[in-house]
């Protein structure tokens, strides 16, 4: 079954620094791949998503993350962010069961800014 | 684009009480509906998917229910609330092939 690691529960970082977010996926075979973040009480927006081609994706609001296939990782970065940016980062993969998608999504990662 | 609406936002119940949380979806047609919840400082559960009109399926035996009414009408339900059933209630919407979910804004349902 496919899962989801989110190595960082909490990433703590200074406003204009750069940051990664790190996932890491189960299966080998074909995935589809996605960033959410999720503000406090709202719900979830997508940040950026891998269907095929470029491993690179770039996504809303600076942020990109980069398929990396051989170590099934889907990492999210920015490379200077805002205060704004604090939030909870979900990363989520495809599973396809008879014919609809579901989502399996990571534990999420805190990323605070600090000024 | 899909706009997914919620209701009610919050929502305080007592125990035992019975429970009627909302989903619409507007912007598209037969789409994938899902419930999730979300517990405090916790990732996301998949609760119920439908992939059709009276067509629901369960990931979690728990004291919830869903229908799906219309087609792009989502409803969660529970006869007698538990404590263990507060948190913070996310309808998504997808569909094929686009794969990706778009979300609700979300009930924050505290049972007491």
């Known amino acids: 079954a496919q899962s989801v690691t989110q190595l960082d529960s909490q990433v703590p970082v200074f406003e204009e620094a750069p940051v990664e977010l790190r996932c890491n996926y189960s299966?080998?075979?074909?995935?589809?791949l996605f960033w959410y973040v999720q503000y406090p009480n709202q719900g979830l927006q997508l940040l950026l998503k891998?269907?095929?081609?470029?491993?690179l994706v770039k996504g809303i609001n600076g942020f990109e993350a980069e398929f990396n296939k051989s170590q099934t990782s889907f990492h999210l970065r920015k490379p200077s962010v805002h205060i704004s940016d604090t939030a909870e980062y979900f990363c989520?993969?495809?599973?396809?069961?008879?014919?609809?998608?579901?989502?399996?999504f990571g534990a999420g990662t805190r990323l605070a800014v600090h000024p | 684009s899909q706009t997914i609406h919620q209701w009610p936002a919050t929502l305080v119940q007592p125990v035992g009480s019975p429970l009627s949380l909302e989903c619409t979806v507007e912007?598209?047609?037969?789409?994938?509906l899902y419930w999730y919840r979300q517990a405090a400082g916790r990732g996301l559960q998949l609760l119920f998917y439908?992939?059709?009109?009276?067509?629901i399926s369960s990931e979690v035996p728990q004291n919830l229910s869903a229908s799906r009414p219309q087609d792009r009408q989502f409803i969660l339900s529970s006869k007698k609330l538990l404590l263990s059933d507060s948190g913070f209630y996310l309808c998504?919407?997808?569909?094929?092939?686009?794969?990706?979910?778009?979300f609700g804004p979300g009930t924050r349902l505290t049972v007491t």
């Open positions: 912007g598209t047609s037969n789409p994938n």
């Open positions: 989520a993969v495809t599973t396809f069961s008879g014919g609809y998608n579901k989502l399996i």
């Open positions: 891998y269907l095929s081609g470029s491993t």
């Open positions: 439908s992939v059709g009109i009276g067509q």
């Open positions: 998504a919407a997808g569909t094929v092939p686009l794969y990706e979910q778009y």
């Open positions: 299966s080998s075979v074909s995935v589809y």
